[in-house]
């Protein structure tokens, strides 16, 4: 797993990932919920290894909105990574940690953002942060990857300190956008 | 043909012993039920979040290994979540139970029929998850069985509960989300909780 997480850095450049999983893991992060994204698929990695913390594999993302309500009515804490197309799904469920005060971490990576070939996430990505700020969810952003550990260390604090589902926005510049043409003319994807 | 179960009864039966188990109510009736069995600060009674039941009583069962986990909630509900019986199928949490008390109707918006009064089944779908242990239940001894393997078999389970459509008194739970979270967190962590 060592050498996937490796091999992942060296392929996508991302250092957040790393650092990312070591605030989490400072926190006492024990639940990871996840509808899996490119973006993601490092920290996945990195989680998928570590024996303290709990992948919880999602079938829509608003299962995880309610699950971490459920994990600190349990007395863990815990975080949800999904994609921005995600955030449209979670909107009611996100009544019940608004209205009951529960922390609620989300690590929200951008698409139809910053370069997006396909127009179907556009409509989503660009309103992922006005969305969320309209349910009073507190939105962080970072557009370089050298910005993201410190929105996630600012976010987690607020969440857990003020007891408010709080999202941190992962700009697709830093992940860079798939040309879906190229990708279509290669044989091998990976 | 035996005459079916009145959800009342049906939930007083599952939590007359209940022990230190935790206990999550789905929006609506069975939220209500729960509450007329009993309130109780081990009780987490919704007040929205439909189809989400199943999801807190995960995470829950996660946090809290070593105490019985039982959902209950109703048709209307748990077929909004319906994909959460994957998610749960794939982690197969050994102290966590859900119960759905299937009236067959979306019983707070006017008795309209849900997808169970029309063929889906709930059970299969559990099972064809992976919840191995599923059962329909329609009869007063396969409850009492019901009742015995939720309270001596270490295993995840669910079981589908045909009730008796009738029009109940509500019986109000507190309805202050904070409330029932700190005296849910207090009860099961402790006081303490409130100071970390």
Sequence with gaps: MKKAAKAATAATGMAWP????????????????VVPDAGHSQLIRLVEADKTMQLVRLTTEEEGVAMLCGTWLGGERGVLLMQSSGVGNCINMLSLPLVGHFPLLMLVTMRGDHGEFNPSQVPMGNNTQRVLEAVDVLVRRADCDADVPDAVSGALRI???????????IGQQIMGAKDFRKLSKKDDHE | MSKLLKRREVVSRLLADRGDTLVIGGLGASAWDITAAGDHANNFPLWGA???????????ALAQ??????????????????????????????????VVLDNERYGE????????????????????TGIAKSSLVRTGNELDLLCTHLA????????????DPEKLPIVLPPREVSYLKNRFRISVLGEESLYA
């Design chain 1, 159 to 169: 969440t857990f300190n003020s007891f408010r589902p709080a999202a941190v926005l």
């Design chain 1, 18 to 33: 790393k650092k990312v999983h070591a605030l989490l893991k400072e926190a006492n992060i024990r639940q990871v919920a």
């Design chain 2, 50 to 60: 439909m189809g989400g039941a199943v999801m807190i009583g995960l995470g829950l």
């Design chain 2, 65 to 98: 290994p070593k105490r019985r986990v039982l959902v209950i909630t109703g048709d209307g509900e748990m077929l909004m979540g319906l994909g959460s019986l994957a998610t749960v199928g794939v982690r197969n949490p050994k102290n966590l139970g859900i």
């Design chain 2, 109 to 128: 918006t006017g008795q309209q029929l849900t997808h169970t009064g029309m063929g889906t089944d709930l059970a299969a779908v559990a099972r064809a």
């Design chain 2, 152 to 163: 001596r078999t270490r295993a995840c389970q669910f079981a589908q509960i045909k009730v």
